[in-house]
T-cell receptor, first 109, second 116 residues
Framework: TQLLEQSPQFLSIQEGENLTVYCNSSSVFSSLQWYRQEPGEGPVLLVTVVTGGEVKKLKRLTFQFGDARKDSSLHITAAQPGDTGLYLCAGGGADGLTFGKGTHLIIQP | DTGVSQNPRHKITKRGQNVTFRCDPISEHNRLYWYRQTLGQGPEFLTYFQNEAQLEKSRLLSDRFSAERPKGSFSTLEIQRTEQGDSAMYLC??????????????FGQGTRLTVV
């Protein structure tokens, strides 16, 4: 069974600060996706990373896939209250996506 | 709206009743997935379909859970004899191919089930 561990589980910071959240596994994934989920809604896809060492940027969000394709990180620059939410990483597999438990992020104004 | 659509958005039912949820995937997507998400957790895979064929159902939570996709388009998830522990968000997702081949999955807004 492929497992994804996300850290930290909870993070509360002030508006304007930078942060990084992590997604780690002992398994190799052919692709990894990051989602953001708000309460009562379904996950919304942010990005897919495929190649080891790949870096993708989405405005203030920077996503990196580890060289060995076992881990990933999400860095947010100058966090804003609108970034508040549950950030989920998910690895692609034969049957579907394996999700981590997520990082609950709160950005305080 | 061409995204994944789920209904109802919310369902409150009494313990012991049967419930059925519907998912309409993105029209050109041939793969459809069902997940369950409890409070504070990530989504948990339940089952998936390639067109009308259900290719994995061993991870359905019990024999009270069943899913169908009769014409390879919309899908239904049924829970029989609901229990309070079934209370959760039930999510549907669709994709155009095998996820391990780097295609992307898109989720609906989910159905929130509360069993009282």
């Amino acid at each position: 069974t492929q497992l994804l561990e996300q850290s930290p589980q909870f993070l509360s910071i002030q508006e304007g600060e930078n942060l990084t959240v992590y997604c780690n596994s002992s398994s190799v994934f052919s692709s990894l996706q990051w989602y953001r989920q708000e309460p009562g809604e379904g996950p919304v896809l942010l990005v897919t990373v495929v190649t080891g060492g790949e870096v993708k940027k989405l405005k203030r969000l920077t996503f990196q896939f580890g060289d060995a394709r076992k881990d990933s990180s999400l860095h947010i620059t100058a966090a804003q209250p609108g970034d508040t939410g549950l950030y989920l990483c998910a690895g692609g597999g034969a049957d579907g996506l394996t999700f981590g438990k997520g990082t609950h992020l709160i950005i305080q104004p | 709206d061409t995204g994944v659509s789920q209904n109802p958005r919310h369902k409150i039912t009494k313990r012991g009743q049967n419930v059925t949820f519907r998912c309409d995937p993105i029209s050109e997507h041939n793969r459809l997935y069902w997940y369950r998400q409890t409070l504070g957790q990530g989504p948990e895979f339940l089952t998936y379909f390639q067109n009308e064929a259900q290719l994995e159902k061993s991870r359905l939570l019990s024999d009270r859970f069943s899913a169908e996709r009769p014409k390879g388009s919309f899908s239904t998830l049924e829970i029989q004899r609901t229990e309070q522990g079934d209370s959760a968000m039930y999510l549907c997702a669709s994709s155009s191919g095998f996820l391990r081949r780097n295609t992307e999955a898109f989720f609906g807004q989910g159905t929130r089930l509360t069993v009282v």
